[in-house]
């Protein structure tokens, strides 16, 4: 467990040294204040655009549009930036030949693997707690809230799906150890994901639902209880993509 | 004397290229033995599978009595390796790599702290605070000495750890290993053959994927040569003119005479000749050859 811990440490103070932490802060924080910010502006924005004269009868922003903000930005913005900032975290040390020496003395290659995966893990739950905070607490000083519905499950569908993106990051990572191979495999994969969402049945299953059911749930169309099954397989899919990168690392030639 | 290392027919293939062909290698504690080889010829494959980074085709490696295994071999426990280009973390310092380094090999807090300071010591980086990203190569070398050495391995493998350094680097690097060859075995890698002559107790040569020698460097040195050196008490050129109608083969280098003497019987015949011609001895010593010249030779 020292070992674990110990290389921890070492991944916590990298990703410090090479500013993740910084960007993180600031675009979560950025998109956490964009989103009702936009929201707000919108109607103000049309109108000043509009040709001089025309009459747009713009509804008045409510508490929804600035969370359809959210589930705009952060998916769309926030996560991908968040994939590519993680989608070197082992092909940089398998190019530069940094993890040899380690491995050498001991250093477990599983525990790379989970320290590297339990790491961006944390970045990922900062990034989208501190997006949450920041889009709910300026989304309250505006408008009522009360009529929104699942709120913390939608995020935490959003945070699963973003969960499994990066585990298939890591697992492509450590497969082609190039720095576009993570990035090219979750791509494929999500391109994979929205083919399926072409068959409507795919919807009973297919963890893209976490990503485009969000609004259903926060007007209250949709229930936790509709999308369990998509989100116990990201899950399940998030674990077993961790073990297959465990497999292929270990048997990898260093 | 205890064999610390043992490789017993070890085959590695890459695709159809045979890298390593049935090589034999036996390596005695606490001597510093030399792997001397030209680029290519298979020196850093062999130790990446002695390190277990590699999979065998054939043969087997066992370290301090503990057999390699691809992936995660126990036999590591008993090695410390220095890779011909050691990369480090460059947001750390000397003493905070060696910290994570004494993490990983589950070192007590209280243990680590005297050798990290005793190992800097030895290597030259005790007052080196800055970060490694603004070491020299000769400084990643020495950092690289001192965490192989940290969990004091019974075996040290370096690989070619003077390749890219200049001549004081070189220097400085080959006195640590002499030096360190106190407390365990070191096995290098070079193709700089003079290196391996200055500190080595043993040498193997690998060319081709086999190894063409190996054997203690004194033995390596006698047994190839059938030449002595002599000086007289009357200057060599005068020597060299009366011994000019005998059948020995020989030449002047250096005011001594070099007389090629290949067995006892012609060694004897010389000596009588020049009893004959009452010519007296000075000092007479077989002559060593370098290694440089051997492996030359191997080489064609």
């Known amino acids: 467990m020292n070992q674990w811990f110990g290389f921890l440490k070492k991944e916590w103070f990298e990703s410090v040294k090479t500013y993740k932490l910084l960007l993180v802060i600031v675009i979560f924080s950025i998109l956490g204040i964009l989103n009702p910010f936009t929201a707000k502006i919108t109607p103000t924005l049309l109108e000043q655009f509009m040709p001089e004269g025309t009459f747009v009868n713009l509804p008045e922003p409510t508490a929804l549009d600035s969370w359809l903000q959210f589930y705009k930005n952060v998916p769309q913005m926030g996560l991908i930036v968040f994939i590519l900032l993680f989608s070197t975290m082992m092909s940089k040390e398998l190019e530069k030949g940094t993890l040899v020496i380690l491995l050498t003395k001991g250093l477990h290659r599983s525990t790379v693997i989970t320290a590297k995966f339990f790491m961006a893990l944390c970045y990922w739950t900062l990034a989208i707690t501190l997006s949450f905070t920041i889009t709910y607490a300026y989304t309250a000083y505006y408008w009522d809230q009360s009529q929104l519905q699942h709120l913390l499950f939608a995020v935490s569908c959003l945070y699963v799906f973003g969960i499994l993106l990066l585990a298939v990051t890591l697992w492509g990572n450590t497969l082609f150890a190039t720095p576009y191979g993570g990035t090219l495999v979750t791509l494929l994969v999500v391109i994979a994901l929205f083919i399926a969402a072409i068959f409507p049945k795919s919807a009973n299953w297919n963890p893209l639902e976490l990503l485009t059911a969000t609004t259903q749930l926060l007007t209250g169309e949709l229930t936790p209880s509709d999308l369990w099954i998509p989100y116990i397989i990201a899950l399940f899919a998030a674990i077993f993509v961790v073990l297959l990168t465990m497999t292929h690392f270990k048997r990898k030639l260093l | ?300």
């Open chain 2, 1 to 300: 004397m205890t064999i610390v290392v043992q490789i017993n027919g070890v085959t590695k293939r890459f695709g159809d290229h045979e890298v390593l062909k049935d090589i034999h290698l036996h390596i005695p504690e606490h001597t510093v033995f030399g792997f001397v080889g030209a680029n290519g010829s298979g020196k850093t494959t062999l130790m990446k599978c002695m390190l277990g980074l590699l999979p065998l085709n054939a043969g087997s490696i066992t370290i301090a009595g503990e057999s390699v295994t691809f992936g995660e071999t126990k036999s590591n426990q008993y090695v410390g390796y220095l890779p011909d280009v050691p990369e480090f973390y460059p947001f750390y310092n000397a003493t905070q790599y060696l910290e994570l380094c004494a993490v990983i090999t589950n070192m007590t807090k209280t243990e680590r702290r005297g050798r990290i300071r005793e190992l800097l010591e030895l290597v030259g980086l005790a007052d080196t605070t800055s970060f490694i990203s603004t070491y020299s190569r000769g400084m990643k070398q020495r950092l690289g000495i001192a965490q192989a050495l940290l969990n004091r391995p019974k075996l040290l493998i370096c690989d070619e750890p003077t390749s890219a350094l200049d001549p004081a680097g070189r220097a400085q690097i080959l006195s640590i290993l002499k030096q360190a060859k106190a407390e365990t075995t070191v096995f290098f890698s070079t193709h700089i053959v003079s290196d391996a002559e200055q500190i080595c107790d043993h040498v193997a040569m690998l060319h081709e994927g086999t190894i063409i020698f190996q054997d203690e460097l004194t033995n390596l040195k006698q047994r190839i040569t059938g030449e002595f050196v002599f000086t007289f008490t009357i200057p060599v050129a005068e020597v060299h003119d009366r011994l000019q109608n005998t059948p020995f083969e020989m030449k002047i280098d250096s005011d001594q005479l070099v007389v090629s003497l290949l067995d006892e019987s012609t060694q004897l015949a010389f000596m009588q000749e020049l009893t004959n011609q009452k010519i007296l001895i000075q000092s007479m010593q077989p002559k060593t050859r370098l290694l440089e010249q051997l492996v030359l030779e191997v080489l064609g």
